[in-house]
């Protein structure tokens, strides 16, 4: 059993910075593909930045530019760097862990952008 747990979620203006961690448990974390993805209000969760193990990334054309998914395998966590915050990226922030063909979700943080 993987556990995940998000943190750095709250309020900010538009145009600000925010960065979110999730730590997960486990001897394996090198291992993981892990994930980032948000839900708005009655909208679908949608994927927004995964990293691969070796590093590989890839970004939800919404957030091309502006966000960086990255990961510290010493620390078992990984990170959302988040710039230039738009309204719309407004959500609950879930982080997730893919290993052996089984998914783990962490709790969710919100991110509010608004003036």
């Known amino acids: 059993q993987v556990q995940l747990v998000e943190s750095g979620g709250g309020l900010v203006q538009p145009g600000g910075s925010l960065r979110l961690s999730c730590a997960a448990s486990?001897?394996?974390?090198?291992?993981?593909?892990m994930n980032w993805y948000r839900q708005a209000p009655e909208k679908q969760r949608e994927l927004v930045a995964r990293?691969?193990?070796?590093?590989?990334?890839n970004y939800a054309d919404s957030v091309k530019g502006r966000f960086t998914i990255s990961r510290d395998n010493a620390k078992n966590t990984v990170y959302l760097q988040m710039n230039s915050l738009k309204p719309e990226d407004t959500a609950t922030y879930y982080c997730?862990?893919?290993?052996?063909?089984?998914?783990?979700w962490g709790q969710g943080t919100q991110i509010t952008v608004s003036s």
């Open positions: 997730n862990a893919i290993i052996r063909g089984q998914t783990y």
């Open positions: 486990g001897s394996s974390f090198s291992l993981y593909a």
């Open positions: 990293i691969i193990p070796g590093g590989f990334t």
